[in-house]
């Protein structure tokens, strides 16, 4: 058997470069991609094939796409969407442009990159891709707007593009962690700090907590997330199952999250969910 390749796109920390370690180490031929220059040279040293890609560039995509082709003769069997970032703030602080950026890495970049798979997957007559959303992608928490947003349209087109997809042999699964360690936290921190942070806010009190609590959290509340390697867990599920979920949530939160969204009205869930903001 030829060994299966697949792309992993935001490889530079957290997830995404979890799941390209434990998936080469499982035999797969990973494609771990990187945006920025110095991170695909670090990726490399690691022992993976790593490649330069930034999902906010059209070019970069193609580009990352072609180099992959050439190496594997044309054929690409996954896709892992994995990146993203957290733009947090209240919604009548964040501005159009803000929420602009969070769709395009956390939406259009997704999209966009399937779209440049799809052929492939389809004349080879088979492939499986799979989306990082999260468990913001379907219950809503104050303060994550932006986030939640990206993260439902995310589930949207997944969910049409699984309907579309039946019985051509591709898979689109959707994969929904809880609080995981990564540089998920810090990244949204920063960029709290060049845009909200900024300019005057009836919120900050709230953002004040946050930076205490939410972008630099404590020991006690480190020990709480799990590890990358969770995902990476059910990344290989939705690979090699015969017939992969079209929903893996993971962790105890956003497992008991999900099932309790299911049965709650929203005003009940409204009331738990603004107790654990
Ligand atoms: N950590 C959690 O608790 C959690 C929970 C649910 C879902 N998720 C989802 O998991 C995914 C991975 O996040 P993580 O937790 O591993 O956080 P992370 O450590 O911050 O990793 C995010 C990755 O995405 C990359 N990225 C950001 N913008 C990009 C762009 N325009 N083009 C290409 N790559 C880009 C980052 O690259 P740079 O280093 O260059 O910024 C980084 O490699 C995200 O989609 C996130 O929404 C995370």
Known sequence: MTQPSILITGCSSGIGLATALQLKQRGYRVFAAARK?????????????SIQLDVNDT??????LDTILTLTGGTL???????GYLQAGAIEDL???????????????????IRLVLPIMRKQGHGRIIQN??????ITLPYYGAYNA?????????NTLRQELRGTNIYVSIINPGPIKSQLRSNA?????NTLAQQ??????????????YFTPGEADTHLMLKPDAVAKKVIHALESKRPRAHYYIGLPAQTLAFVKRLLPDRALDWILNKIR
């Open 59 to 64: 070019a970069s995509m193609k580009q990352a």
């Open 133 to 138: 959303s999260s468990i913001l992608g379907v």
């Open 77 to 83: 069997d996954a896709l892992f969407n994995n990146a």
């Open 95 to 113: 501005t159009r442009d803000a929420e602009r950026a969070q769709f395009e890495t956390n939406v259009f970049g997704p999209m966009e990159l």
């Open 200 to 213: 005057p806010s009836l919120h900050t009190e709230i953002y004040t907590r946050m930076e205490q609590v």
């Open 189 to 193: 921190y920063q960029r709290y700090k």
């Open 150 to 158: 990206s993260k439902f349209a995310l589930e949207g087109f997944s």
């Open 37 to 49: 220059a110095q991170d695909v040279t670090t990726l490399q040293t690691q022992g993976l094939e």
